[in-house]
């Protein structure tokens, strides 16, 4: 089956450790994005791809960084320099016009404590 | 710029209908409406385009008058399964997709 997965589910971390969240599609999609989410929140972009080896900033990049190296993989790392990285994070992948929709992971509830 | 939601929550009896409404300050190329159970991934409801092309549920009903740059989801007959949150995501020329803060649905027996 095609899809989006996304692991771990939950994840712990200390506070000034670096995370890595990790986002895979076999959809064959060009684009692929990272939102954040916050508790009673909307879902707000933090990076997107729409095509390997290049990404661009979404409204929300400080503190985050991404790579594209390979069409399926679009991991986020959530680094130290974030302020409030405990959030629900939610990948998504579409065919990449801006008339597709897109397609989300079951997410990441991360807590950094 | 985030589109603006209204109603931001609103409560059903099973088989009543309702609006769910998305406006924008800027010219919108298309909305996109999605569902989020809680705890849950959104899920994809439908996309209607400038120009009057809609894709999505045949069950779900949607309008976008461009002119007002306003987008409305239409609820009809609502079921126990339609409770959630509904997203609006708007693409306006120029700018990154964004999300407005959802409208919270809850349909009681």
């Known amino acids: 089956d095609g899809g989006i997965t996304q692991s771990p589910k939950y994840l712990f971390r200390k506070e000034g450790q670096n995370v890595t969240l990790s986002c895979e599609q076999n959809?064959?999609?060009?684009?692929m994005y990272w939102y954040r989410q916050d508790p009673g929140q909307g879902l707000r972009l933090i990076y997107y791809?729409?095509?390997?080896?290049?990404?661009q900033k979404g409204d929300i990049a400080e503190g985050y960084s991404v790579s594209r190296e390979k069409k399926e993989s679009f991991p986020l790392t959530v680094t130290s320099a974030q302020k409030n990285p405990t959030a629900f994070y939610l990948c998504?992948?579409?065919?990449?016009?801006?008339?597709?929709?897109?397609?989300f992971g079951p997410g990441t509830r991360l807590t950094v404590t | 710029q985030q589109p603006v939601q209204s109603p931001q929550a609103v409560i059903l009896r099973e088989g009543e209908d309702a609006v769910i409404n998305c406006s924008s300050s800027?010219?919108?190329?298309?909305v996109h409406w999605y569902r989020q159970k809680h705890g849950e991934a959104p899920v994809f409801l439908m996309i209607?385009?400038?120009?009057?092309e809609q894709k999505g549920h045949e069950k779900i009903s949607a309008s976008f008058n461009e002119k007002k740059q306003q987008s409305s989801l239409y609820l009809t007959a609502s079921q126990l399964s339609y409770s959630g949150t509904y997203f609006c995501?708007?693409?306006?020329?120029?700018?990154?997709?964004?999300f407005g803060p959802g409208t919270r649905l809850s349909v009681l027996p």
């Open positions: 791809s729409q095509i390997v080896n290049d990404f």
């Open positions: 998504a992948s579409s065919k990449g016009d801006s008339s597709d929709e897109q397609y």
């Open positions: 995501g708007t693409y306006n020329y120029g700018q990154n997709f964004v």
């Open positions: 800027k010219a919108l190329y298309s």
């Open positions: 959809l064959n999609h060009d684009a």
């Open positions: 209607l385009l400038k120009g009057g």
